[in-house]
Protein backbone atom coordinates (compact mmCIF):
# COMPACT_ATOMS: atom_id res chain seq x y z
CA UNK A 1 0.00 0.00 0.00
CA UNK A 2 1.39 3.30 -1.00
CA UNK A 3 -0.26 6.63 0.99
CA UNK A 4 0.06 9.92 -0.94
CA UNK A 5 -0.92 13.35 0.15
CA UNK A 6 -2.67 16.07 -1.71
CA UNK A 7 -4.40 19.08 -0.21
CA UNK A 8 -4.41 17.73 2.86
CA UNK A 9 -6.03 14.47 2.38
CA UNK A 10 -4.42 11.26 2.69
CA UNK A 11 -5.43 8.68 -0.30
CA UNK A 12 -4.40 5.45 0.36
CA UNK A 13 -3.53 3.70 -3.14
CA UNK A 14 -3.06 -0.56 -3.59
CA UNK A 15 -2.22 -2.31 -6.52
CA UNK A 16 -4.48 -5.30 -7.46
CA UNK A 17 -3.21 -7.83 -10.10
CA UNK A 18 -0.76 -5.41 -11.35
CA UNK A 19 -3.04 -2.21 -11.73
CA UNK A 20 -2.82 0.28 -9.00
CA UNK A 21 -6.22 1.20 -7.26
CA UNK A 22 -7.37 3.90 -4.97
CA UNK A 23 -9.60 4.03 -2.00
CA UNK A 24 -12.84 5.00 -2.89
CA UNK A 25 -13.63 6.25 0.40
CA UNK A 26 -10.26 8.66 0.18
CA UNK A 27 -11.07 9.92 -3.17
CA UNK A 28 -14.75 10.51 -2.50
CA UNK A 29 -13.85 12.75 0.57
CA UNK A 30 -10.71 14.60 -1.15
CA UNK A 31 -13.88 15.82 -3.57
CA UNK A 32 -16.30 16.97 -0.82
CA UNK A 33 -18.88 14.10 -1.01
CA UNK A 34 -21.22 14.51 1.53
CA UNK A 35 -21.74 10.57 1.57
CA UNK A 36 -18.53 8.71 -0.31
CA UNK A 37 -20.44 5.13 -0.22
CA UNK A 38 -23.77 6.44 -2.33
CA UNK A 39 -21.07 8.38 -4.98
CA UNK A 40 -19.06 5.41 -5.52
CA UNK A 41 -22.33 3.76 -5.70
CA UNK A 42 -24.02 6.20 -8.43
CA UNK A 43 -20.79 7.09 -9.68
CA UNK A 44 -18.27 3.99 -10.47
CA UNK A 45 -19.41 1.58 -12.68
CA UNK A 46 -18.85 -2.10 -11.35
CA UNK A 47 -15.99 -3.08 -13.85
CA UNK A 48 -14.06 -0.11 -12.16
CA UNK A 49 -14.48 -0.73 -8.86
CA UNK A 50 -13.95 -3.63 -6.30
CA UNK A 51 -12.53 -5.12 -2.94
CA UNK A 52 -9.40 -5.57 -1.41
CA UNK A 53 -8.27 -5.91 2.21
CA UNK A 54 -6.14 -3.45 3.91
CA UNK A 55 -4.90 -2.89 7.34
CA UNK A 56 -6.82 0.01 9.19
CA UNK A 57 -6.35 1.30 12.73
CA UNK A 58 -9.53 -0.73 13.38
CA UNK A 59 -7.66 -3.72 12.32
CA UNK A 60 -7.93 -5.43 8.79
CA UNK A 61 -10.91 -4.40 6.68
CA UNK A 62 -12.24 -4.81 2.81
CA UNK A 63 -12.53 -1.36 1.76
CA UNK A 64 -13.75 -0.63 -1.95
CA UNK A 65 -11.23 0.59 -4.26
CA UNK A 66 -11.38 2.38 -7.51
CA UNK A 67 -9.44 1.96 -10.90
CA UNK A 68 -7.94 5.03 -12.50
CA UNK A 69 -11.51 5.31 -14.72
CA UNK A 70 -13.27 5.11 -11.46
CA UNK A 71 -11.37 7.81 -9.97
CA UNK A 72 -12.18 10.33 -13.16
CA UNK A 73 -16.01 9.52 -12.59
CA UNK A 74 -15.70 11.13 -9.20
CA UNK A 75 -13.70 13.76 -10.66
CA UNK A 76 -16.24 14.38 -13.34
CA UNK A 77 -19.17 14.37 -11.02
CA UNK A 78 -17.39 16.45 -8.16
CA UNK A 79 -18.73 20.62 -7.28
CA UNK A 80 -15.69 20.78 -6.03
CA UNK A 81 -13.45 23.88 -7.72
CA UNK A 82 -9.98 21.72 -7.50
CA UNK A 83 -11.80 18.61 -9.20
CA UNK A 84 -9.65 19.16 -12.46
CA UNK A 85 -6.34 19.94 -10.18
CA UNK A 86 -7.19 16.55 -8.40
CA UNK A 87 -7.48 14.81 -11.83
CA UNK A 88 -4.26 15.71 -12.67
CA UNK A 89 -2.78 14.75 -9.81
CA UNK A 90 -4.01 11.05 -9.90
CA UNK A 91 -2.86 10.74 -13.83
CA UNK A 92 0.77 11.92 -12.40
CA UNK A 93 0.59 9.89 -9.35
CA UNK A 94 -0.93 6.67 -10.35
CA UNK A 95 2.07 6.92 -13.54
CA UNK A 96 4.79 7.50 -10.86
CA UNK A 97 3.80 4.16 -8.71
CA UNK A 98 3.36 2.15 -12.20
CA UNK A 99 7.11 3.43 -13.11
CA UNK A 100 8.21 2.47 -9.26
CA UNK A 101 7.25 -1.12 -9.66
CA UNK A 102 8.80 -1.68 -12.63
CA UNK A 103 11.79 -0.11 -11.42
CA UNK A 104 11.55 -2.79 -8.48
CA UNK A 105 11.01 -5.49 -10.28
CA UNK A 106 13.66 -4.97 -12.48
CA UNK A 107 16.18 -3.95 -9.29
CA UNK A 108 14.86 -7.79 -8.08
CA UNK A 109 15.70 -9.38 -11.45
CA UNK A 110 19.35 -8.03 -11.27
CA UNK A 111 20.05 -9.50 -7.59
CA UNK A 112 18.95 -12.78 -8.56
CA UNK A 113 20.59 -12.42 -11.88
CA UNK A 114 24.10 -11.89 -10.16
CA UNK A 115 23.36 -14.52 -7.44
CA UNK A 116 22.36 -17.06 -10.34
CA UNK A 117 25.67 -16.27 -12.02
CA UNK A 118 27.74 -16.77 -8.52
CA UNK A 119 26.13 -20.30 -8.26
CA UNK A 120 26.84 -20.98 -11.94
CA UNK A 121 30.53 -20.24 -11.20
CA UNK A 122 30.59 -22.48 -7.94
CA UNK A 123 29.18 -25.21 -10.02
CA UNK A 124 32.29 -24.68 -13.00
CA UNK A 125 34.40 -24.53 -9.49
CA UNK A 126 33.53 -27.71 -8.04
CA UNK A 127 33.12 -29.78 -11.36
CA UNK A 128 36.72 -28.85 -12.53
CA UNK A 129 40.02 -30.48 -11.42
CA UNK A 130 41.95 -27.51 -11.81
CA UNK A 131 39.83 -24.69 -12.12
CA UNK A 132 41.37 -21.22 -12.96
CA UNK A 133 40.07 -17.36 -13.11
CA UNK A 134 40.20 -18.13 -17.17
CA UNK A 135 37.82 -20.61 -16.69
CA UNK A 136 35.36 -18.42 -15.58
CA UNK A 137 36.20 -15.86 -18.15
CA UNK A 138 35.93 -18.07 -20.99
CA UNK A 139 32.53 -19.72 -19.34
CA UNK A 140 30.92 -16.05 -19.61
CA UNK A 141 32.15 -15.32 -22.36
CA UNK A 142 30.75 -18.06 -24.22
CA UNK A 143 27.53 -17.00 -22.83
CA UNK A 144 27.45 -13.73 -23.73
CA UNK A 145 28.50 -14.30 -27.89
CA UNK A 146 26.09 -16.84 -27.95
CA UNK A 147 23.09 -14.72 -26.43
CA UNK A 148 24.37 -11.90 -28.70
CA UNK A 149 24.04 -13.74 -31.85
CA UNK A 150 20.27 -14.98 -30.75
CA UNK A 151 19.41 -12.07 -30.99
CA UNK A 152 21.00 -10.89 -34.05
CA UNK A 153 24.13 -8.65 -32.49
CA UNK A 154 27.41 -9.31 -35.12
CA UNK A 155 29.70 -8.35 -32.05
CA UNK A 156 29.30 -9.62 -28.43
CA UNK A 157 27.36 -7.57 -26.13
CA UNK A 158 28.55 -7.31 -22.10
CA UNK A 159 26.15 -8.49 -19.75
CA UNK A 160 25.46 -4.74 -18.14
CA UNK A 161 24.21 -3.76 -21.77
CA UNK A 162 22.22 -6.70 -22.25
CA UNK A 163 18.25 -5.91 -22.22
CA UNK A 164 16.47 -8.12 -19.46
CA UNK A 165 15.26 -10.37 -21.93
CA UNK A 166 18.55 -11.24 -23.14
CA UNK A 167 19.62 -11.82 -19.53
CA UNK A 168 17.17 -14.36 -18.92
CA UNK A 169 18.22 -16.26 -22.18
CA UNK A 170 21.79 -16.37 -20.82
CA UNK A 171 21.42 -17.54 -17.36
CA UNK A 172 20.34 -20.92 -19.28
CA UNK A 173 23.12 -20.61 -21.71
CA UNK A 174 25.95 -20.14 -19.08
CA UNK A 175 24.36 -23.02 -17.05
CA UNK A 176 24.76 -25.29 -20.34
CA UNK A 177 28.31 -23.79 -20.82
CA UNK A 178 29.35 -24.79 -17.41
CA UNK A 179 27.53 -28.08 -17.89
CA UNK A 180 29.67 -28.71 -20.87
CA UNK A 181 32.91 -27.66 -19.53
CA UNK A 182 32.70 -30.08 -16.64
CA UNK A 183 31.90 -33.03 -18.17
CA UNK A 184 34.84 -32.66 -21.02
CA UNK A 185 37.18 -31.97 -18.10
CA UNK A 186 35.72 -35.04 -16.63
CA UNK A 187 36.08 -37.12 -19.43
CA UNK A 188 38.57 -35.64 -21.50
CA UNK A 189 35.56 -34.78 -24.47
CA UNK A 190 37.64 -34.01 -27.59
CA UNK A 191 34.86 -31.09 -28.16
CA UNK A 192 34.77 -27.39 -28.30
CA UNK A 193 32.55 -26.08 -26.03
CA UNK A 194 32.12 -22.61 -28.08
CA UNK A 195 31.11 -23.67 -30.92
CA UNK A 196 28.76 -26.49 -29.38
CA UNK A 197 26.92 -23.69 -27.42
CA UNK A 198 27.01 -21.22 -30.44
CA UNK A 199 25.65 -24.43 -32.63
CA UNK A 200 23.04 -25.14 -30.05
CA UNK A 201 21.62 -21.41 -30.16
CA UNK A 202 21.44 -21.06 -34.14
CA UNK A 203 19.15 -24.47 -34.47
CA UNK A 204 17.40 -22.52 -31.45
CA UNK A 205 16.51 -19.57 -33.04
CA UNK A 206 16.40 -21.03 -36.79
CA UNK A 207 13.65 -23.53 -35.12
Known amino acids: ?5 WNGHNIRFVEVNGEWMAVGKDVALTLEYVNPTKAIRDHVD ?3 KGGSVLDTPGGKQELIVIDE ?3 YDLVFNSKMPQAKQFKRWVHSIIRELRKSVGL ?7 MFDTKHQKEAMARLQQGLKHPSKIDYVKANIIANKSVSNQ ?11 MTPEMKRDRESVLDDTVQLMKLKDRYGLD ?6 IYSRGNSDQTA
Open 69 to 71: LGI
Open 1 to 5: MEIQH
Open 191 to 196: LSVSET
Open 104 to 110: KAYQAFE
Open 151 to 161: YGFPKMLAKRN
Open 46 to 48: DEN
